[in-house]
């Protein structure tokens, strides 16, 4: 219990600190958007994990920790300063858009069983999750490609780099820990894809 509300705690106060030194950036220069934008997904998902359902199992390896605190964390690390535009604002915006929606999406389908760390809190099949196992990832990968596309640079490309791999290593260890349940086994045989549709 204690670790639960201490991390809890923690993820409340780093996202706190973050979204202050992202509005003061876009109030320098309201006109980006996809700064705004990054602040709403990232409360947004740091939000739900604080009401989130203790479940019953969850892997607690050292691996799957730094996998998961360094996937959902990522955005401490984030150039904030306007980095090299490879497409409009708008563009991105457009992007960001459409991948919080869909996690949106993702999240209601969902409901309470949103963690941070691997975990069974139970198998879902409705909703986004007809279509690829992991749909919240997607919606991350969309909403992280816009932001990346108005605000590249050097700096961000390594943190979004690293992040869609540690992305990667945590759908994987979240895989192995469902994999126990017959019913998720069963859930896989007919949803093949886990978070890019066609792709992987």
Request: a positive charge; proline letters at 6%.
């Given at each position: 219990m204690l670790f639960e509300v201490t991390a809890r705690v923690c993820a409340a106060v780093m996202m706190g600190i973050f979204s202050y030194a992202a509005i003061l950036h876009w109030l320098a220069d309201p006109g980006r958007v996809t700064l705004l934008l990054l602040v709403v997904t990232?409360?947004?998902?740091?939000?739900?994990?604080?009401?989130?359902?203790?479940p019953v199992r969850r892997d607690l390896t050292p691996f799957a920790y730094i996998c998961s605190m360094g996937a959902t964390y990522y955005f401490l690390a984030v150039q904030l300063r306007p980095g090299f535009?490879?497409?409009?604002?708008?563009?991105?915006?457009?992007?960001?858009?459409?991948g919080i929606s869909w996690q949106l999406f993702a999240k209601a389908s969902l409901r309470r069983s949103f963690g941070i760390l691997p975990a069974n809190r139970g198998v879902v099949s409705t909703g986004a999750y007809r279509f690829v196992r992991h749909p919240m990832y997607l919606g991350y990968f969309v909403e992280d490609i816009g932001f990346l596309l108005s605000n590249f640079g050097i700096q961000n490309l390594l943190v979004f780099g690293s992040q869609f791999a540690l992305q990667a290593c945590r759908i994987a260890r979240e895989e192995r820990l469902l994999s126990d349940d017959a019913l998720y086994r069963a859930y896989r045989m007919n949803v093949r894809y886990?978070?890019?549709?066609?792709?992987?």
């Open positions: 990232q409360c947004f998902t740091v939000g739900l994990s604080l009401f989130a359902r203790v535009q490879i497409v409009p604002e708008v563009v991105g915006a457009a992007f960001q858009v459409a886990r978070a890019l549709p066609g792709l992987y």
